[in-house]
């Protein structure tokens, strides 16, 4: 929130309490990395700490949220990517449909991922 300029009242959510939070935190149990699982299939809120970033850490709690997906039974996974960050998830197997949008004043575009 603070990196991105984003006000709590755009980031938080009554969602919280029903999504799937995955936390990875460092050897010393600080946490470094986020995200979430939405009943819907969506995954969002995904952060990494920027010390922590280029490291893998999106990538596992990202496979942590596509595995949990998959366990739930769904048939494809959703997020908002940041445009800056697609690249990141076509790696994963995401592919970006629709128009750009904005949100929290930040540009992003739908990618989907069957599963």
């Known amino acids: 929130m603070h990196e ?3 006000s709590p009242e755009e980031e938080l959510d ?3 309490d029903q999504c799937l939070h995955a936390l990875a935190r460092d ?14 299939g ?3 809120r995904m952060a990494v700490d920027g010390a922590w970033r ?3 850490v999106g990538s596992l709690v990202l496979q942590a949220l596509v595995g949990e997906a998959r366990r739930r ?3 494809e996974v959703l997020l908002a990517a940041q445009l800056h960050a697609r690249p990141f998830y076509a ?4 592919v970006e449909e629709g128009d750009t949008f904005m949100d929290a004043g930040i ?8 599963l």
């Open 14 to 16: 009554a969602l919280d």
């Open 107 to 114: 540009p992003h575009r739908l990618m989907r991922r069957p």
């Open 54 to 56: 280029g490291r893998g």
């Open 27 to 40: 050897e010393a149990g600080r946490p470094i990395g986020t995200g979430r699982l939405l009943p819907d």
């Open 73 to 75: 039974g769904a048939g």
């Open 42 to 44: 969506h995954i969002g």
């Open 4 to 6: 991105q300029h984003v």
């Open 91 to 94: 790696r994963h197997g995401f």
